[in-house]
C-alpha cells in the first residue's frame, strides 16, 4: 500500500478518471464494484465527481467533454512539475494539446493531450489536490501502462516530455519497458501483441487492484459492465479486463506482490 499527501515525482500515473455520459449510473457501478465513497460534484465543478477509499482520494468521474459521440473512457494523468512547460515539450516532441493548461480553481493545473501513436493522457501539477491519496490497494490505483503499434515511436516521445529511462523487459514477440523515474519503476509501456484487432487505438490502460481478479470480473458484468478479457495468469498477477456499465475499458488485478507505481 502506498499513501500519498505530496506531489507525485514528475512523469508518474498520479491521478485516473473516467469520462461518461451519466455520472450517477458510474457512481452506482464503482460503488458496487470498489466500494468507493464517492461525493457527488455539484454544478460550479460541472458534476465532476471524487471518489476516496479509507478517506483518502482514489479517482474521479465527471461528464464527457468532448464530441457528443466520443466513447466513455478512462484517462490516465502523469505528474508535472510545471504543466505549461511540459505542454510546450508535448509539443516540441510532436504531441497535440487538445485541453489547457488550466487552473481546476486551487485544486491544481491539468492538460489533456495526445501523444506521437494517438494515444490520449492527462497531465496533473499537483495543488490541493496533489493527485491520488492512495495506491496499490484494493480498490486503488495499482499500474498504468501505455500500449501501442509503435512501441518506438511511443518511447521516443515520452523520454522526450518526461525523461523517463526505460527498463526493457521484452520476449519472445512480446515488446514492453518499465518507466523508470529515479531508478523506480511507476508504469509501463508496450507494443500490441500479434493477433490484436487491427485498427485497435493506441491507449492507456488503467488497472485497480482486487482481492479475488475473477469475482470481480463477475461483479463487474452483474452491474452493468462486460468482459473485454476474460482473467488470465500473467507474471505480474491475474489480470482482467473489463468495462463499466458505459462502456469505458479497465482492468483489475490480484497481484502477487505489490506492484508500485512510485515510491
Known amino acids: 500500500m502506498v499513501s500519498r499527501d505530496t506531489r507525485w515525482p514528475a512523469g508518474t500515473p498520479c491521478w485516473a478518471d473516467v469520462s461518461v455520459d451519466d455520472v450517477p449510473k458510474a457512481i452506482a457501478f464503482y460503488q458496487a464494484l ?6 457527488a460534484g ?14 483518502r482520494i482514489v479517482a474521479g468521474l465527471g461528464p464527457k467533454f ?3 459521440d466520443a466513447p466513455s473512457a478512462w484517462t490516465t494523468y502523469l505528474a508535472a512539475d510545471d504543466a505549461d512547460a511540459v505542454a510546450e ?6 504531441g497535440q494539446l487538445v485541453q489547457g493548461p488550466m487552473d481546476v480553481m486551487e485544486e491544481g493545473r491539468m492538460a489533456i493531450a495526445f501523444d506521437t501513436t494517438g494515444a490520449p493522457f492527462g497531465l496533473w501539477q499537483g495543488g490541493k489536490t496533489t493527485g491520488v491519496g492512495l495506491a496499490n490497494e484494493t480498490g486503488a490505483l495499482t499500474w498504468n501502462e501505455h500500449v501501442s503499434w509503435d512501441f518506438d515511436t511511443a518511447k521516443a ?6 525523461g523517463y529511462e526505460y527498463q526493457d523487459v521484452s520476449g519472445d514477440g512480446f515488446r ?7 531508478g523506480r519503476e511507476v508504469g509501463g509501456i508496450g507494443q500490441y501483441m500479434p493477433g490484436t ?8 490502460s488503467t488497472y485497480f487492484a482486487v482481492d479475488d481478479t475473477d469475482a470481480a470480473v463477475a461483479s463487474a458484468v452483474e452491474h452493468g459492465g462486460s ?5 488470465r495468469d500473467s507474471p505480474y498477477g491475474r489480470i482482467g479486463v473489463v468495462t463499466d456499465n458505459q462502456g469505458a475499458v479497465f482492468s483489475v488485478i490480484t497481484s502477487p506482490a505489490p506492484v508500485s507505481p512510485a515510491g
Open 197 to 204: 484487432p487491427a485498427g485497435t487505438p493506441a491507449a492507456w
Open 89 to 94: 515539450k508535448i509539443k516540441a516532441a510532436g
Open 66 to 68: 468532448g464530441a457528443p
Open 42 to 55: 455539484g454544478p460550479e465543478v460541472a458534476g465532476y465527481a471524487v471518489a476516496h477509499l479509507n478517506d
Open 34 to 39: 470498489f466500494g468507493w465513497d464517492i461525493q
Open 157 to 162: 516521445f515520452y523520454r522526450a516530455v518526461f
Open 176 to 182: 514492453y519497458a518499465m518507466l523508470m523515474v529515479d
Open 227 to 231: 468482459v473485454i478479457q476474460a482473467p
